[in-house]
Each structure stands twice: as structure tokens, then as C-alpha cells.
């Protein structure tokens, strides 16, 4: 071959290797489709154009690491393959957290991520030798060997390629998108390889310039059609794998102003080239600016405790706030789960009001427990960045935190800011209620009372103080001693927050099994915390006949085949949670119109007789039910640098659930009872458009502002 001849054959290398991957692409998120709940015809053509798109791209990155080096010496051009190969495996490395947390909480954890990394590394580097080319500068001997030895080799790229997509499919749902987006990378990657290796190294310019024409034009239809408001069938396109990896990664190459939202494909950014205003800012209210894309300003709404009336006769009631981590309603067989997992809570039903269809507001401790204590839902409160370090301490990452000799940030959470409306021990406190709380969130540091959640309370207890065999079972003490403790004079209120059946999991000698896998183990933890719960109850009780009680959890859990999870969605598992009040005197039976879990607070306030603000979303459970009424749910994840990663919200009833997607700005409806139906049976048997101008309205209200300070 001729030198004059060198370029030609470069370029049709190139079209090949990309129309290659491209096709692959495409096959991928087809099959993926499939597999998913898949969509009208718009929604497939799109899946097929994206992944067309994305493999291309991933092609074209192949490519030019293969084929960039081609001219050098082959040891020189194997070092650069090293290099890269490396580099990618330190990058997934540190995205997981393996080295902040080697020696620290979750080291298993870690030391598996760095293996995992390692392969990653070690397949890079693998891709690369097998298909680079030769020393000569030819094509890889993997596309010039033998038939059985290609055939071979297509078949072990194949299986790979399915296992990585059973494993991006079946392990850590929603968790670790880096990992995730390798899984994708190296589905796309191998099978890639596979389609290019049936390509002909003969010269055929006709063939190959129509076949890099086609896949090109298939990849630039997303880009011509996908414009404006988003299509109903949006949500189906991140319901694959495939699809919403494509999505996203070419919305994240297309973020010209690096705020995580693109202004092409869906992607929301009404400000391309201004940072500070995408989906997914925070409105600022009254100042004339669209940060969050709403359309319009967020509305100013100002409160003054300090107007609501106190209270002129004591309070006629204790009262008595239990909150169980990670607590499923359709676990416990009070609420007809099969296994016996709450016999102390069975035999109290004749006295409860129970609550068959309660929701949580959040799906992390971060966001329900906050809510819970304002009866607001999370869109109402204002929200700053805190750093969970390796110290087991709560920094607010705004104000240039101070870390002590070796400490590293662990986690970013957003927890409520100081002038946000006052917590329900406030209000207590100020019309003359003793008020104490005992809670223990184990390892995490959410309930640490730096973070200002001890505002209002007379005495705090955080779990890192109690001791004991069983946690829950020394809280409970630890609680009863507390409560003990609490003048005769007054009437007091107190909150216990137990960690309960939340992972890692945990043996109780004393409560049954019910056999083997993660449910298995999690309704173990239900039963033993079922007895603690009793006798926390039973010393109330003691302590004050007439006190009133309530049982809920901050969110649910998600059970998978290996692990449990929850704050990665809003599925009916992670935002189900059971619900329940007793009281001497108070209705009893069994309610199946959905509440949640902000409508604490003003029940509380009705039996203390607490005179009550007026900008509370939550209603009291005595009241009259309200099929139509709409709740609400949220779920939000940052990186340590405070880009988001990941914001859903819900609006639903009895009837359905409209999920959003802010990150995505997609949404789908769905119907919490019936999950196998699709959207458009969904869509067609309920006002669709009720739930997405009542979530519109939820996001873009804005925030309560208000004069109160917990003083941080």
C-alpha cells in the first residue's frame, strides 16, 4: 500500500469502526427496550437514534486510542493503552469513595470497589491488545486470525457484554452511577468490537460511506425531533438502561455551562451558558429571576411564629412520637404481611387507628425527618449543603469547614437551614410542655444535634451516648430512663427515633427467624423492634394513662436479591410506611384513605390543643378523609462538590403517582396498586394532567421563609 494511499485507508477504518459501534449501539438499547416496559413507536425510533449516537461516540473514542498511537513503536503504543487504562481505573476509584473510605465504615465495601476497578482497568488495557493493531500498522490480529478464533473471540465479548448488563441490571439499582455508567460503557465497548469484527478489510467506499451516512443520520434524529417540551413517552427512554445511559451522556457532553442540565435532547436548561440557573437551582423568591426554569419567579411566603397565639390552659395530653428506620407497612403483619413480624403491635390493633396507606415525604432520614417536624412537605423548606466526615461529624459545607488532622468528607447531605419554620418541639416548648428526645441513626450522623435538629428540645439524646447489647433495645432503656426522668407537673412530649431493621443486619437471639435471604433478615429486625416498640409504649402508659402515641418510619426500604436500599427513588417500597395512633379516648379502626407522615404535626397539635400556623400542609388524622387530596414525595442526591446527581419528586393519591424526574425532566405515571399497568392504561383512566399542574405548582410555590432562628 502506497503512502498517497495511507490517509484513504485511515478514514475508511474510521467510518467502519464508528458505523460499527454505532449499529451496536443501537442493537443495545433495543434489546434493552425490550426487556424494559418499552413505548409507543417515537420512544423505540429515539431509543435506536440515541444509542446510535452514544455508540458512535464510544467508537470514535476507541478509535482514536487504538489507532492514535499507530505510527509509533508497538512497546510505546502499548504503554500509552497502560496509561489510559490506568488512568480510567483511578478515576472509577476514586468516583466510588474507595480510598476515603479504606480503614474507615464500609472498608469491605471498598476494598471490592477497588478490585472492581482494577478489572476495569485491567479489560481496558485487554480491549485495547487484542484489537490495536499490529506492529506493522496493520488491522489487529483479532480481525485477521482464524475463522474459529474470531468466532471464539465474539463469543466471549458477547458474554461479557451480558453479564455486564445483568450486573448493571440486577445489583445496586440507582447506587454508584460511575459503576453503572462503566457497565454500560463496557456493554457498549464489547459489543462494538463484535460488529466490527465482521466488517471486510476490502476496499468497499460505496457500501462504507452509505453505512456511516445511515448511522449518522439515525444518531442526529434525537437531536431534530426531541426539542421543546418533553413527550409523554420521555419517562419509557430512562426506564432502560441503555437508552437512559445514551441520554444522559450526550445531554452531559452538550452542558456547555457544567450545571449538570443540557439545553438540547429534553435536557430543561433554559440559561445555556449561565450556571446559576438551571432545573435544578433553587428559586430564589421575589427577586425577579427564573433560577430553576419554572417559567416563573418563586413566590416570597414570609412567617412569623411570634403571631400565632399561645396557648391558655395547659396541655390535656402527653404525647408520645416513635419513628422506626427504614419500616415497611407491607412487612408487618399488622398491616396483613403473612410472617408474624409485629405480635406486640397485633395485639394493641383493637385499640389503634391505623393508617393502611401512609406515605413518607422523603426517602432519606435528610429529608423525612425534617418535614415530618414542620408538617410541611421538602419544597416548602429552604436547604444547605452539610459535609458527613470520616470524624463522624456534621460540617456545613458553605461556611469553609475546618477538618481536623486526617479527616476527609464522606457524604454531602442537604439538611434544612437555620430559618426555616420552627419544629414541633418549639411550638411544645412555648406553650409550657416539657419536650425530650432519645434517637440513635448509628452510624450516620443526620440526627447529630450540630445540625440543629435538638432546637425545642429540653433534653437531647443522640444514639452515639447510649451503650448496650442490642441498639434499639438500649435506646428503648435509655428512653424509659429519660422518661422517668420528665417533671409530674406538665405534660411533656417526647420523640424516640430507633434504627431498627435498617442494614447492615443485625441477629437478635430472642426473636425468631423466618428464614433465609434479605426479607428474611429484615423481618427478623421487624419482630425484635415490634417488642422494643411494646415496651416503650407500655412505659408511656405507666408514666401517664392518658398519654397519646404515634408509630410511623422516616421512609421505606427497597429488598433486593442480595441487598436493601432506599433514597435512589420513590417506589411504593421506599415511600409506604406504616402509620399509627393510640390514646386513651381517641378513634380507633382502620383508615385506607392515603395520609402522610407531615399530618403528625398538626394531629399533635389537636391534642395538645397547640394553637397551630397556618402554612402547615399536613391535616389532622382525626379529620374527615379526602380521596382527592394529593401528597407528596421527594428524593435528591449530590456529589461532594455539590453538583446534583440525582432529583425526583411524586405527586399521587389513591388512584395514581406521577413521577418527575428533574435531572432526567421526564416524567410517568403510574399506578402505586397495580404497577404492572402501563402509563397509558394509567393515563387513560385518570386526569393526567390534575397531577402534573399539581406538581408544576408544588415545585415552583417556593420555600416558607421565617423570622425564627435555631441559632446555628
Known amino acids: 500500500m502506497t503512502a ?12 467502519r469502526f464508528v458505523t460499527g459501534f454505532a449499529c451496536a449501539g443501537a442493537i ?21 437514534g440515541l444509542g446510535c449516537a452514544s455508540g458512535g461516540l464510544v467508537g470514535s473514542l476507541w478509535f482514536g486510542l487504538l489507532e492514535g498511537p499507530a505510527q509509533a513503536r508497538v512497546p510505546r503504543a502499548r504503554a500509552i493503552w497502560g496509561v489510559v487504562a490506568l488512568g480510567y481505573a483511578l478515576w472509577l476509584a476514586m468516583d466510588l469513595g474507595v480510598f476515603v473510605r479504606l480503614g474507615h465504615r464500609n472498608h469491605g465495601l471498598a476494598l471490592a470497589g477497588l478490585a472492581a476497578s482494577v478489572v476495569v482497568g485491567l479489560g481496558i488495557y485487554g480491549l485495547s491488545w487484542i484489537f490495536g493493531p499490529r506492529p506493522d500498522g496493520s488491522s489487529s490480529a483479532a480481525l485477521t486470525g482464524s475463522r474459529t478464533k474470531r468466532w471464539l473471540l465474539r463469543g466471549v465479548l458477547c458474554g461479557l457484554a451480558l453479564i455486564a448488563a445483568i450486573v448493571d441490571r440486577s445489583f445496586f439499582p440507582g447506587e454508584h452511577p460511575a459503576a453503572h455508567a462503566t457497565l454500560r460503557f463496557a456493554v457498549l465497548s464489547t459489543l462494538g468490537f463484535v460488529v466490527t469484527s465482521f466488517a471486510s478489510t476490502r476496499a468497499h467506499s460505496i457500501r462504507d460511506s452509505l453505512g456511516f451516512v445511515a448511522t449518522m443520520a439515525a444518531a442526529l434524529l434525537p437531536f431534530m425531533f426531541m426539542r421543546g417540551s418533553p413527550a409523554p413517552w420521555a419517562g419509557a427512554l430512562f426506564s432502560a438502561p441503555m437508552s437512559g445511559h445514551a441520554l444522559t451522556s450526550l445531554r452531559s457532553l452538550s452542558d456547555v455551562d457544567a450545571d449538570g442540565f443540557s439545553h438540547v435532547l429534553w435536557g430543561g436548561d433554559c440559561a445555556a451558558w449561565d450556571g446559576e ?41 402527653s404525647v408520645l412520637l416513635i419513628t422506626v428506620e427504614t419500616l415497611r407497612a407491607d412487612h408487618m403483619s399488622l398491616f396483613g404481611y403473612p410472617q ?16 393502611e396507606r401512609a ?36 460540617l456545613r459545607a458553605r461556611s469553609q469547614p475546618e477538618f481536623l488532622e486526617g479527616e476527609r468528607p464522606l457524604h454531602l447531605f442537604m439538611l434544612p437551614e437555620s430559618k426555616n419554620p420552627p419544629p414541633l418541639p ?12 432519645v434517637v440513635d441513626d448509628r452510624f450516620s450522623e443526620l440526627l447529630d444535634p450540630s445540625t440543629g435538629l435538638a432546637a425545642g428540645f429540653d433534653v437531647f439524646v443522640e444514639g452515639d451516648e447510649i451503650e448496650g447489647r442490642d441498639p434499639d433495645d438500649a435506646v428503648v432503656d435509655r428512653a424509659i430512663e429519660t422518661l422517668e426522668e420528665l417533671s409530674a407537673a406538665q405534660s411533656w412530649f417526647m420523640w424516640v427515633h430507633l434504627f431498627g431493621p435498617h442494614s447492615p443486619s443485625t441477629r437478635h437471639p430472642d426473636s425468631p427467624t423466618f428464614g433465609i435471604g434479605v426479607a428474611a433478615e429484615y423481618d427478623h429486625e421487624i419482630h425484635f423492634v415490634d417488642a422494643q416498640i411494646d415496651r416503650l409504649i407500655d412505659a408511656a402508659i405507666q408514666r401517664d394513662p392518658d398519654v397519646a402515641y404515634i408509630l410511623t418510619a422516616d421512609h421505606g426500604e427497597r429488598l433486593l436479591h442480595s441487598d436493601r436500599m432506599h433514597g435512589f427513588g420513590l417506589t411504593e417500597d421506599e415511600i409506604h410506611v406504616p402509620l399509627v395512633v ?4 381517641l378513634p380507633v379502626g382502620r383508615v385506607g384513605t392515603p395520609v402522610s407522615i407531615v399530618d403528625i404535626v398538626p394531629t399533635i397539635f389537636e391534642l395538645t390543643e397547640t394553637p397551630a400556623p397556618t402554612y402547615l400542609d399536613g391535616r389532622s388524622l382525626f379529620g374527615e378523609p379526602d380521596e382527592q387530596r394529593l401528597l407528596f414525595s421527594d428524593v435528591w442526591r449530590h456529589r461532594q462538590d455539590g453538583l446534583l446527581l440525582m432529583e425526583m419528586v411524586a405527586a399521587f393519591d389513591g388512584a395514581a403517582k406521577f413521577v418527575f424526574s428533574r ?10 396498586r397495580h404497577p404492572e399497568r402501563s402509563p397509558a392504561e394509567v393515563e387513560a383512566a385518570v386526569d393526567s394532567v390534575r397531577y402534573a399542574r399539581a406538581l408544576h405548582a408544588y415545585l415552583h410555590e417556593g420555600a416558607i421563609l421565617s423570622t425564627w432562628s435555631n441559632g446555628q
Open 426 to 437: 418549639w411550638w411544645l416548648q412555648r406553650r409550657g410542655m416539657s419536650t425530650a428526645a
Open 4 to 15: 498517497a494511499l495511507e490517509p484513504e485507508r485511515q478514514i475508511r477504518h474510521a467510518s
Open 28 to 48: 443495545s438499547c433495543l434489546v434493552d427496550f425490550v426487556l424494559s416496559d418499552g413505548g409507543p413507536w417515537e420512544a423505540w425510533l429515539a431509543a435506536a
Open 582 to 585: 393510640g390514646g386513651a379516648g
Open 340 to 355: 408474624k413480624t409485629t405480635p406486640a403491635l397485633e395485639r394493641r390493633a383493637p385499640a389503634l387507628r391505623i393508617y
Open 663 to 672: 435531572t432526567d425532566n421526564a416524567g410517568t405515571l403510574l399506578d402505586p
Open 277 to 317: 440557573i438551571s432545573p435544578g437551582a433553587q428559586d430564589l423568591p421575589g427577586d425577579g429571576i427564573d433560577q430553576d426554569c419554572s417559567g416563573a419567579d418563586a413566590v416570597r411566603r414570609a412567617i412569623d411564629p411570634a403571631s400565632v397565639p399561645l396557648a391558655t390552659k395547659p396541655a390535656p395530653r
Open 359 to 394: 406515605y413518607t415525604t422523603g426517602t432519606w432520614t435528610s429529608i423525612a425527618i425534617p418535614t415530618l417536624l414542620r408538617g410541611v412537605f421538602a419544597r416548602r423548606l429552604r436547604w444547605e449543603p452539610y459535609f458527613e466526615t470520616t470524624k463522624s461529624r456534621m
